[in-house]
């Protein structure tokens, strides 16, 4: 679709608006927007409980190419509730995709806005951060209200997402001759990380966020694992405090969301990232094998470099493991008890 | 040292410049001593300030280890000049002059480039790592071949012959019936006799990606590259985008990973490589087709379209830097790790010339036809592909049937009017499903293809009635017009000019339509790539309404970066592309600026040359303090490096998208003159909308190109021109000719490269010239010279100043007048002219370059005919602008004819610029000219006939030749002979030659036949040929000509018949067998008109298929003799430009 009569925009809390088009369900929605650089796995994207209560702009102008389809799915639900494209292809000529994109939007209730020049709203996110947005389509749409509105949305920072997207019961995923039993905390965890996980032979025991450490090792884990999730890693302190109680007991791995939680819980900080990662292009150096990794990234906020020795009340001491090769932000840290070395 | 690729050929273009260019910088830049070879003067590589030591030598293995003894070398660089290079590294590994002098070989290894490149090897390797590839035998001969196909090998086969470029000499065998032929044709093409026969993935689809590997293996994949047009269709003969579109992420993760494991396994140590894949979305089968371990004409391509500079990284991997250690200089703060994403469309489109080829079969294969390429940046497909479209500046219209199912019929057969009939089709409502079928191309595309008729559909409905041109039927007018129709080419039509457009609509209802328009519509229109040319005749209005009405209501292009990242860091390189879009990204900067015409696609008659020319005006207009704009849609040229300019526009080179760019920027001006006829055809409408021009004013262009204007120039100069008359009529073309009498020069009026260019010798044959070839009309006259006969060509490119001239270079063409001088050897200095004859054409030029008020470059081709009464000097055509030259002057002389010109642009006066020979000349009373040259330089043309199986491979009016080479040597002799190599055509030393002329040149055969005889070589002549030479006192044996031998057979084999007894028609030997059987060393044979072609023809066709160098004109192989007898015995000597020009480059 490179037209449509229906009108949409997309405000900004600085009074920045984009004039589109409108398409998939009509609706206003707000919340921070962002934008990603990959040129593929749109559905992906805006199916990663990552996304919660943000609105992604693709900074690819060609979006839902190859149709939409069950098995890219990376949740059961649409997190990023509207997208902002310079244009949506409703069309399933992929064979392994059985939907066209526009239409299994409004099925799944996400507004799109479309015909915006995204490269200048990128290039406004890039320059003045991620921020409140409303992205709106339909009729009789007023800016004004729509602009007021969005200056008084909450911003993301200091609000606990993890709890809207985390699993409500524990569950176990397994594949027969698993050779290790991973506790999975769910702060919103994309299948794919799942699927990595039961391909290299874990039973996997998907947790609620709020699990306390001792429903965790109760279950006996091989290792404990943190996953991705939405938001501010701050406010989730109930989380913080119960990884806590598991370092040193058993071994934790957690990846974005998952890594900042851990980072807190041995007396780091976290900030906000001005626009934050957002891609699939970003390489990472691996100081331990002396190499490049490319890897897909979506973060929006990252472990402070410690400005001296961490906590040595946490017993633990940091080891730079791997950097971001192009910013100073910490992509991973490895911990390390410091009684075990 | 760094090896190039020669010249330009089919397959391998001015890529390999833009690489080893960048190369070049890189490696000066790092501190090394760099030599480079390179036998092709119009490279920017072969600048003498890009190398230490640079030589046009060529590029043959005994050659460089010349060159290799001479200057020893740590280290050998193969990986940036393309297939040349990489097999000249192949072969200096192989007979040991690498290890000999400790050549170290860097980019890839020898190991490497075997994995990748031996088929078979291939093959294994890729079975190594999980992969598969079609199925397939390599087969060394035609019994190997049957063996294969008993072994169970299925039909429809692909023939690949190892160790080609561009799949040359490769096709389809898809019946029992051709198989033994094109296998025959495959073997005869590999340098190793050897073929791969390959089980067909026709249909599927097809994917490159371009993966970067350093010394640490670190991997990263540059861009993905999807091809339009299905599998069976050579790459460089596809409609290709980036990135691509149709795969899922799951799917395009799929060939990410495969990458990474082929450059791996293959072992490419450091550097680029291109990888080809075939994938079924029916089956979701992957295979991989070929793996390049190089820089490519897609790597240049994916550079082009990412910001990303492949070949630069490449050579900084190569001598040790790894990826995370290389900044992005766009982004400033990304490594060279960052992978590449991008945020808009890229197409590429190929450009062909079968117009200059009439007999060769112009369906698209696995064997590369096109000749050059353009690509488009838009932030949609459609924007892109329309771009794309216009970009092509097509001289030739598609026909298009009337009838849909002959329609559907034509689009089945790859051609390279395939995309024009698809629209065509879908205009008249034939379904996107039965195109599908027809073509396989993926119906992403077809519906991409659709909206744009839709749109197309909803402009027209505001028009107030059908525009007029859409009433015209297709097939209506002239076969050779000058500008697309509108109604069938689309976007093609937009690179016509302006009195053309507005000639064919009915503007008060246009108008009135453009009117009711609202903006809106106007706006979608323009965001979908439409250009005004376009929108004016689907409106039936005029483009400068739809331009005024546009501006009105303020829709007007943005022009956003390319930047690497997707606008996630901010971009420091300019570099930019247009787009209907809101925020505009190209603020004019402060300094003045001026901006530089590049050339477009590359095609025969305008190619790298002009490039050149452009690079040249960049650096001096940069060097005198202005910002130098560079505005080209040629994705292989060093023009369009991003570095290259202070700003980039990748733009098509039409009227409408110049003037946006210089409404954009405010420049002090445009030059036009360095990019060839492309930005002269433009000239006069950015003049007429207040565009100042640079250099040579619009009003000294229409006085030049103006036949009857330029006439009376030469009237007041009292130089003299043929006879000639200008033809509105067939009636009036046969009258001219009458008048000035036969035979006569005949082309129509607005050609390029000789196009459509006919000596014609009676009036028989005009008739039919005037009524088939070329229809002339009032719109479309056609030129009628007369035609000088057993005349020597000249070519003179000078530079003017309005006051002086200085003079670049006289050359002497080696083929007589007739030859295309594009198509000609040609020598500097002139061999044989005399000092009296090149002083009048000295003093000629100066006339005429001050009379027209040239300010600039300026070419002039002279005829000279000898009589006994002396010499006649006559201007066959002067063209105010840089030339295809200027390249091979520039060089052959040391003086940078085209800075120089640029220079006076910039308001520099000649004599004040210190130019060599300035002095000396002025002193003897002499038009100033370099004096002081010690050395002959020749440029030879290098003809595509190897490409295009069936075509005759003799010279004349109509340039044919891609590219060309130069050979530097002591005498002309020496020159001629190294640049007979360098195109490919080895002189023999020993063995035997064949000789048949035609009546005209028996005589001056006799010289030829009694040099080589007396060398020792054994002579073969047809009848006429051996009775002359006979009377002269040589014996050459006498053999049967082609058609003789055939009716001998005939006779023969019904002799036995009727009487029974043994058919000896099979001993019956021609001189075609001969040849075939490799029994000739060296042909000469010169066309005699129509009636003995045949047999002239089976002769050249068996010499190219045996690679045996024949030569058509009795002047070339004149200078052949000399060259044979100037090299008996002796050894080749290499000089590089530094020791010919002390003080000039590094």
């Known amino acids: 679709m490179y037209r449509s009569e229906i009108p949409g925009y997309v405000v900004l809390k600085d009074g920045t608006v984009y004039q589109g088009f409108g398409f998939a369900a009509p609706g206003r929605v707000f919340g921070e927007i962002v934008f990603n650089t990959g040129m593929t796995g749109y559905q992906e994207v805006i199916t990663d409980p990552s996304y919660y209560g943000q609105m992604v702009t693709f900074t690819y102008p060609m979006n839902g190419n190859y149709g939409a389809a069950d098995h890219l799915l990376e949740s059961g639900a649409v997190h990023s509730r509207a997208i902002v494209v310079r244009e949506a292809k409703n069309t399933n000529y992929n064979r392994t995709c059985p939907d066209a994109w526009v239409e299994w939007l409004h099925h799944q209730g996400v507004t799109g806005v479309g015909g915006v020049d995204t490269r200048a709203l990128t290039r406004r996110i890039r320059a003045h951060g991620a921020m409140t947005a409303c992205v709106a389509a339909g009729p009789d749409l007023k800016v004004n209200d729509l602009l007021e509105e969005t200056r008084a949305y909450p911003s993301l920072s200091g609000r606990d997402l993890v709890r809207a997207v985390t699993c409500s019961e524990p569950y176990v995923v397994a594949t027969s001759g698993a050779r290790y039993h991973v506790v999975a905390f769910d702060y919103g965890m994309k299948r794919s990380i799942l699927k990595n996980l039961l391909e290299v032979g874990c039973r996997v025991t998907v947790v609620p966020a709020a699990f306390t450490p001792r429903q965790v090792l109760e279950l006996e884990p091989d290792g404990v694992f943190l996953s991705n999730g939405p938001g501010d890693p701050a406010p989730v302190e109930y989380a913080v405090a119960s990884l806590r109680g598991l370092l040193g007991q058993v071994p934790v791995f957690g990846i974005c969301l998952g890594h900042q939680l851990m980072a807190l819980a041995v007396g780091f900080s976290t900030y906000k990232l001005k626009f934050g990662h957002r891609g699939i292009n970003h390489p990472v150096k691996n100081y331990l094998k002396d190499a490049i990794e490319i890897t897909s990234q979506n973060h929006g906020f990252a472990v402070a470099p410690p400005g001296g020795r961490p906590d040595s009340g946490t017993g633990v001491i940091w080891l730079p493991s791997t950097r971001a090769t192009w910013s100073s932000s910490r992509t991973s840290v490895r911990y390390r008890s410091a009684t075990s070395t | ?1146």
């Open chain 2, 1 to 1146: 040292m760094l090896l190039g690729s020669g010249p330009i050929v089919i397959g391998q273009a001015c890529e390999f410049d833009y690489s080893g260019t960048q190369a070049c910088k890189v490696l000066l830049e790092e501190g090394y001593q760099v030599v480079l070879v390179n036998s092709n003067p119009a490279t920017i590589m072969t600048d003498p300030a890009f190398s230490h030591r640079t030589y046009i030598e060529p590029l043959v293995p005994e050659v460089v280890a010349k060159i290799i003894a001479k200057e020893r070398p740590d280290a050998l660089l193969p990986t940036l000049g393309g297939q040349t290079a990489l097999n000249l590294a192949v072969a200096l590994t192989e007979d040991g002059t690498l290890e000999r002098y400790g050549v170290e070989l860097i980019g890839a290894n020898y190991a490497a480039i075997h994995r990748a490149e031996a088929r078979d090897e291939f093959r294994t390797t890729m079975a190594s790592i999980g992969l598969r590839v079609p199925e397939s035998a390599v087969v060394r001969s035609l019994e190997e071949a049957h063996a294969a196909l008993a072994s169970g090998l299925r039909l429809p086969l692909i023939v690949r012959p190892s160790f080609t470029l561009g799949g040359h000499g490769g096709g389809v065998a898809d019946s029992r019936e051709v198989f033994d032929m094109v296998v025959k044709a495959g073997l005869d093409a590999s340098p190793t006799h050897q073929v791969l026969l390959e089980e067909s993935v026709i249909g599927w689809k097809e994917f490159e990606l371009e993966v970067m590997r350093d010394l640490k293996d670190n991997v990263v994949i540059v861009c993905s590259i999807e091809n339009v047009d299905p599998m069976g269709i050579h790459t460089g003969d596809s409609i290709t985008v980036a990135p691509q579109q149709t795969l899922t992420d799951v799917q395009y993760q799929r060939l990410r990973d495969a990458s990474l494991d082929i450059i791996r396994a293959i072992g490419v140590e450091t550097g680029g490589s291109n990888i080809q894949f075939a994938y079924s979305p029916e089956t979701d089968d992957l295979m991989v087709i070929e793996m390049n371990p190089r820089v490519s004409r897609s790597s240049a391509l994916a550079s082009k379209a990412t910001g990303f500079p492949i070949a630069k990284i490449a050579a900084k991997l190569a001598v040790g830097y790894t990826l995370d250690e290389i900044p992005n200089d766009i982004t400033k703060k990304t490594p060279a790790c960052f992978e590449p994403t991008i945020d808009y469309v890229v197409v590429k489109t190929p450009r062909w010339a079968f117009e200059k080829f009439p007999l060769a079969d112009a369906r698209l294969t696995t064997h590369m036809k096109s000749v050059g390429e353009n690509m488009a940046i838009g932030r949609t497909f459609k924007e892109a592909f329309q771009k794309s479209m216009r970009s092509r500046e097509l001289d030739v219209r598609p026909d298009i049937p009337d009838d849909n199912g002959a329609l559907l019929a034509m689009i089945a057969i790859p051609s390279a009017e395939r995309y024009d009939l698809i629209l065509e089709a879908i205009r008249r409502g034939v379904t996107l499903e039965s195109i599908f079928r027809a073509t396989m191309i993926d119906e992403w595309f077809l519906e991409e293809f659709r909206e744009i008729i839709e749109a197309e559909n909803r402009l027209k409905s505001f028009a107030v009635r059908p525009a007029f041109a859409e009433s015209l039927p297709p097939t209506a007018g002239p076969r050779h017009e000058a500008q697309m129709g509108p109604a069938l080419a689309g976007e093609a039509a937009a690179g016509a000019n302006l009195s053309a457009v507005a000639a064919s609509g009915p503007p008060a209802e246009g108008s009135a339509a453009l009117a009711t328009l609202p903006r809106e519509e106007l706006r979608q229109a323009k965001r979908l790539g439409f250009s005004d040319g376009r929108i004016a005749k689907l409106l039936g209005c005029t483009e400068p309404e739809v331009r005024a009405r546009r501006l009105e209501d303020g829709i007007t292009p943005a022009y956003k970066a390319v930047d690497t990242c997707a606008a996630e860091f901010e971009a420091y390189t300019p570099y930019f592309y247009s787009s209907y879009d809101e925020e505009n990204e190209a603020l004019p900067g402060e300094k003045e600026r001026v901006i530089i015409l590049g050339s477009g696609p590359n095609r025969i008659g305008q190619g790298i040359e002009f490039d050149y020319c452009c690079v040249h005006a960049v650096m001096e207009m940069r060097e005198q303090g202005y910002d130098a704009i560079m505005v080209n849609c040629n994705p292989e040229t060093v023009s369009t490096d991003y570095d290259t300019s202070d700003r980039l526009y990748f733009e098509p080179l039409t009227f409408e998208d110049v003037l946006n760019i210089v409404e954009n920027e405010k420049p002090k001006g445009v030059i036009v003159q360095f990019g060839g006829q492309t930005p002269l055809k433009i000239a006069e409408q950015l003049h007429e909308a207040g565009v100042p021009i640079l250099g040579t004013s619009q009003e000294a262009i229409d006085l030049a190109e103006d036949r009857e204007r330029f006439g009376g120039v030469l009237q007041k100069l009292g130089l003299q021109a043929p006879p000639y008359g200008t033809a509105r009529s067939a009636e009036e073309a046969l009258a001219i000719a009458d008048r000035i009498g036969y035979p006569v020069l005949a082309r129509p009026s607005y050609v390029l490269g000789g196009r459509a260019m006919e000596i014609v010798y009676d009036r028989a044959s005009l008739e039919r010239y005037i009524h088939t070839a070329v229809k002339a009309s009032p719109r479309h006259p056609v030129l009628i010279d007369r035609f000088l006969e057993r005349s020597m060509e000249i070519d003179v490119d000078a530079v003017c100043d309005g006051d002086d001239v200085y003079i670049g270079a006289v050359m002497q063409h080696v083929e007589e007048a007739g030859v295309h001088s594009g198509d000609s050897a040609c020598v500097i200095p002139p061999v044989t002219l005399g000092d009296e004859v090149v002083r009048r054409v000295e003093e000629q030029t100066a006339a005429l370059a001050l009379e027209l008020g040239v300010i600039g470059l300026m070419n002039v081709q002279y005829a000279l005919q000898q009589t006994d009464e002396g010499s006649t000097i006559y201007v066959l055509e002067v063209n105010p602008r840089g030339s295809r030259t200027v390249p091979f002057v520039s060089k052959a002389t040391g003086v940078p004819l085209a800075r120089v010109a640029t220079k006076v642009i910039a308001g520099h006066r000649l004599r004040d610029l210190d130019l060599p020979g300035w002095e000396e000349s002025v002193a003897a009373g002499r038009v100033p000219r370099r004096r002081d040259l010690t050395h002959v330089a020749v440029k030879e043309a290098v003809l595509p006939f190897p490409r295009f199986p069936g075509v005759d491979t003799t010279l004349g009016p109509e340039m044919k030749s891609t590219g060309e080479v130069m050979g530097v040597g002591p005498s002309f002799p020496v020159a001629f002979e190294k640049a007979q190599l360098a195109a490919g055509d080895r002189l023999p030393s020993k063995g035997t030659v064949f000789i048949s002329v035609c009546d005209a040149d028996k005589e001056a055969a006799v010289g030829v036949a009694s040099t080589l005889a007396r060398l020792g070589f054994r002579l073969l002549a047809t009848e006429g040929t051996y009775l002359t030479l006979g009377r002269n006192g040589i014996e050459p044996e006498l053999v049967l000509r082609y058609s003789q031998g055939l009716q001998a057979r005939e006779a023969a084999t019904a002799r036995a018949k009727r009487n029974g007894g043994v058919d000896c028609g099979h001993d019956i030997v021609t001189i075609v067998d001969l040849i075939e059987a490799g029994e000739v060393d060296l042909v000469v044979n010169t066309p005699r008109g129509r009636g003995a072609r045949a047999d002239g023809y089976e002769i050249r066709r068996a010499a190219l298929r045996r690679g045996v160098p024949a030569i058509t004109t009795i002047a070339a192989a004149q200078a052949a003799v000399q060259a044979i007898e100037a090299s008996f015995g002796g050894e080749v000597t290499v000089t590089c430009l530094q020791e010919l020009y002390p003080g000039r480059g590094r």
